[in-house]
């Protein structure tokens, strides 16, 4: 089945413990990313790849880091998380940029006391 | 200054209405997606859509690249319809997407 998938779905952490969500493909998709949804700000651009070895920054980048070492894997990583952090976290994955249909994993509550 | 605006940001409608939401962008895009988030949290892909206009179902999705407006349609709406729909168009400068605040629908029975 085709399908992202993301790791873990609930979190509870505390300020400053580094903490990595996994994502992964199974589609072969090119284009991966990574965004966050808040209340009354809707969904936003954290980080995004283009391709293996290529990432880049999206509308809202502070405090994380991301990196694709493999085609299939795009995980989020925060070194020093704080309370602002608190948020849904979608992954998502497409063949490319545009003009292709995006599929997203299930989603990653996380919770930064 | 929103780059992307979506009306109405809520809507109640009974069994069967025409439903319409709109989405103004300020932006030159690339392709535009619309979104459907059920109230469980989880995202699909309803449309991704460069020109004109598509269809799946009782979906219709419309854009007007000129006029920087796309516009979703529900026909013979129902309440399984019920969920937040946003729209999410691509940059045609770079790689980013950028997000509405979504339209709350709400189907009665």
């Known amino acids: 089945e085709a399908q992202v998938t993301q790791n873990p779905r609930y979190l509870i952490t505390v300020t400053g413990k580094k903490l990595t969500v996994t994502c992964s493909q199974n589609?072969?998709?090119?284009?991966m990313s990574w965004y966050r949804q808040d209340p009354g700000l809707g969904l936003r651009q954290i980080y995004y790849?283009?391709?293996?070895?290529?990432?880049d920054k999206g509308d809202v980048p502070e405090g994380y880091k991301v990196s694709r070492k493999e085609k299939r894997n795009f995980p989020l990583i925060l070194e020093s998380p704080s309370p602002n952090q608190t948020s849904l976290y979608f992954c998502a994955s497409s063949p490319a940029r545009g003009l292709h249909e995006q599929y997203f994993g299930p989603g990653t509550r996380l919770t930064v006391t | 200054k929103n780059e992307v605006e979506q009306s109405p940001q809520n809507l109640t409608a009974q069994e069967g209405e025409f439903i319409t939401i709109n989405c103004s962008y300020s932006v030159g895009i690339s392709a535009l997606h619309w979104l459907q988030q059920h109230p469980g949290g989880g995202i699909v892909s309803l449309f991704m859509?460069?020109?004109g206009k598509k269809k799946h179902g009782r979906l219709i999705a419309t854009i007007n690249i000129q006029e920087k407006h796309s516009s979703l349609h529900i026909t013979a709406s129902h309440p399984r319809d019920s969920a937040v729909y946003i729209c999410a168009p691509w940059g045609v400068r770079d790689d980013k997407i950028i997000f509405g605040k979504g339209t709350r629908l709400h189907i009665l029975p």
């Open positions: 589609m072969n998709h090119e284009y």
């Open positions: 790849s283009m391709n293996v070895e290529v990432t």
């Open positions: 859509l460069s020109s």
